[in-house]
């Protein structure tokens, strides 16, 4: 089974804190994806990669970076954050060719 | 540019009735359809998919959905839900030709009533 894991569940951080939110995948797979969910908005695409250092910005990348140094690692940063990224972020990962994407549980962040 | 449009915010159905999930989208270019459940306090999981072939796709859990392209709709359905159903739904479009991209809808939540 593909196992997607994020660092953390719930996440609580103070206005203008710099911000890491992990996520490793186990199965090889070289596309990575970050999405925030918002009710009512569905997901919507924060960056995403399909190799080892290599991102391309999605639909939302304003405040946002990533990096990507290993595979099976692909980390979200939000450099000062801002009341209006509290939300909850999800990871995903699929494989070269195919269009499943596989999804992690989900981090819920609040930013007070 | 894709779009997804999901026409039902929210659906409470009685447990054993049948249940339709909307879901229409707009693209320029033939499309790749899924739709995703995602439970309480998990991450999305696949229901299933269009990828080409026959219109009318099975799923996991007695979910099936049809693909109407002169309609440009996806909808999802189940002839008799359980409690167990009970869930957020999205469906989402790719690309074939593009970047492996999915692009979702704003999700319906399903409420089954006993």
């Known amino acids: 089974d593909v196992k997607v894991t994020q660092s953390s569940r719930y996440l609580v951080k103070r206005t203008g804190e710099k911000v890491f939110l992990e996520c490793v995948q186990d199965m090889d797979h070289e596309n990575m994806f970050w999405y925030r969910q918002d009710p009512g908005l569905g997901l919507r695409l924060i960056y995403f990669s399909y190799d080892v250092k290599m991102k391309e910005k999605g639909d939302i990348p304003e405040g946002y970076s990533v990096s990507r140094e290993k595979k099976e690692r692909f980390s979200l940063i939000l450099e000062s954050a801002s009341t209006n990224q509290t939300s909850m972020y999800l990871c995903?990962?699929?494989?070269?060719?195919?269009?499943?994407?596989?999804f992690g549980p989900g981090t819920r962040l609040t930013v007070l | 540019a894709q779009s997804v449009t999901q026409l039902d915010s929210q659906v409470p159905v009685f447990e054993e009735a049948p249940v339709e999930l909307r879901c229409n989208y707009s693209?320029?270019?033939?499309?790749?359809l899924f739709w995703y459940v995602q439970y309480p306090n998990q991450g999305l999981q696949l229901l299933l998919k269009?990828?080409?072939?026959?219109?009318l796709v099975k799923g996991i859990n007695g979910f099936e959905a049809e693909f109407n392209k002169s309609q440009t709709s996806f909808h999802l359905r189940k002839p008799s839900v359980h409690i167990s159903d009970t869930a957020e739904y999205f469906c989402?479009?790719?690309?074939?030709?593009?970047?492996?991209?999915?692009?979702f809808g704003q999700g319906t939540r399903l409420t089954i009533n006993p």
């Open positions: 995903a990962s699929s494989s070269e060719g195919t269009d499943t994407q596989y």
């Open positions: 989402a479009v790719s690309d074939p030709q593009g970047a492996q991209k999915l692009v």
């Open positions: 693209s320029s270019v033939s499309v790749y």
């Open positions: 269009y990828l080409s072939g026959s219109t």
